[in-house]
């Protein structure tokens, strides 16, 4: 049978070496020393706390915490089945956590002779359920070899088997399984096309779906967008998922993520008008931010103009998020488009600014304040001159001066109008120069 999506090799590979971490882990380390890892870790379950602990692991610059994620995510290897995972966190560790977070060669042994037995188990199985042609056995039984490969690592048949159930799924309920699963692990995979894919045919599904199922795929659309850099598109995602979510997709997503997520690709894409309605009077979405009281507040700040205590909220954040395993990547780009929107809606009321005023509020050098704005205004994001010598930047609004005198000489031509017509018709009238009805005139 064919499949459709064929995962790439080196994809499954980067997995199932450190959850994609390897990839990571020549990246400039980063330094979140206020980062609590035990407390992160708790939000999320499964296989994405591993990854999560992994690429905090790689990317951190204070060895305490990088130990701190590898023996947490030693202990949670332990209580699964991943043995190549347990090789590579051993690896990793080196041996400076002492002897116990060691390669345990037995565990090793024991999990892969298990393993091997309930493979062949399941194949047989599924094989017999094939001969006889039970279609809903089938579809469990595709079903169970995709779990048994998620659990052991080996995503990319995983996925295969999730996708196999296609074509065995008789409910609309069967449907929407089919699409979490291959969602979970296309998400894990970075194969964000698929994400999105599997999201509308799950939305497409002919029944009405849970609350809870809805406000996962709003969660997952989001991800696969903001991976994909559509950060307008994430942020109308993130604002729409339901509170319903709750702890309920921790194998993926904490709600603390959609309220930092959303509230970062809003504010870099959103106009203020969308930026009051869909998310500070977004009842919703308040519940999100609640949890993550320093984004709420930056959102408010920027909104109410305050852009210096928004800036300075951001870059307390921003250690943090250099960890975060989905935003790591978007964190420049998202933080520059944020502070461009400040300097655009600071000048956008005033017809001249003081430049040394505009650098004490933004936090900031003239200097590099003249090259940020330089560079708006070559974008045309701007409509401005820079007086270099006096350090004030003139607005380039439409020449107010020029307007009026414009509309003066128009109201004149107006008038010059009007005065002729009534001269017109009052020589008329003085001349008795009267149109009859009949059609004949008097003189």
Request: proline content about 4%.
């Given at each position: 049978m064919d499949v459709e999506g064929e995962v790439p090799a080196a994809a499954a590979a980067a997995v199932m070496n450190g959850l994609g971490g390897a990839e990571e882990a020549s990246?400039?380390?980063v330094s979140a020393?206020?980062?609590?890892?035990?407390?992160?870790?708790a939000q999320y379950s499964g296989r994405t706390r591993l990854a999560r602990l992994l690429f905090i692991a790689d990317r951190c610059g204070v060895e305490a915490m990088q130990l701190e994620a590898l023996r947490m995510a030693y202990d949670e290897i332990k209580r699964g089945e991943d043995v190549q995972l347990h090789r590579d966190v051993a690896a990793k560790i080196g041996?400076?956590?002492g002897p116990r977070f060691g390669l345990d060669q037995a565990w090793v042994d024991t999990v892969t002779r298990r393993a091997d037995q309930r493979k062949e188990k399941l194949e047989n199985e599924l094989n017999g359920y094939r001969t006889n042609l039970i279609k809903e056995s089938i579809r469990m039984g595709y079903n169970d070899i995709g779990d048994f490969f998620y659990v052991h690592g080996q995503l990319s048949d995983a996925f295969k088997s999730y996708i196999r159930t296609r074509d065995y799924c008789t409910t609309s309920k069967h449907i929407v399984q089919m699409c979490m699963n291959v969602i979970l692990v296309s998400i894990e995979l970075g194969q964000y096309a698929h994400v999105s894919n599997y999201v509308s045919k799950a939305e497409q599904t002919p029944d009405s779906l849970d609350p809870i199922i809805v406000a996962k795929l709003k969660a997952a659309a989001g991800l696969a967008n903001l991976e994909t850099k559509k950060y307008k598109l994430a942020a109308r995602k993130f604002?729409?998922?339901g509170i319903e979510l709750?702890?309920?997709y921790s194998e993926v997503i904490a709600p603390q993520d959609v309220a930092v997520y959303g509230a970062l690709c809003a504010l870099a894409s959103f106009d203020r008008s969308d930026l009051k309605s869909k998310v500070i009077d977004n009842i919703n979405f308040r519940n999100f931010l609640e949890l993550v009281p320093e984004v709420r507040e930056l959102v408010n700040d920027f909104y109410a103009s305050r852009y210096g205590s928004c800036l300075g909220h951001l870059e307390k954040l921003k250690p943090n998020l250099l960890l975060d395993i989905h935003l790591h990547e978007h964190v420049e780009t998202l933080y520059m488009d944020i502070r461009h929107k400040a300097i655009i809606q600071y000048t956008l009321p005033f017809i001249s600014v003081d430049l040394n005023t505009m650098a004490t509020a933004f936090k900031t050098s003239v200097t590099m304040l003249e090259k940020e704005l330089a560079a708006l205004i070559t974008e045309n994001k701007i409509q401005a001159r820079i007086d270099?010598?006096?350090?004030?930047?003139?607005a380039r609004h439409a020449d107010q001066r020029n307007a009026t005198f414009q509309r003066v000489l128009q109201t004149g031509n107006d008038f010059e109008r009007d005065v002729k017509s009534m001269l017109l018709r009052a020589n008329l009238l003085k001349h008795d120069y009267i149109q009859k009805t009949s059609g004949s005139r008097k003189m």
């Open positions: 990246a400039a380390p020393e206020q980062l609590d890892v035990e407390a992160y870790a041996g400076r956590l604002v729409e998922t709750g702890n309920n270099s010598h006096n350090k004030i930047l003139y």
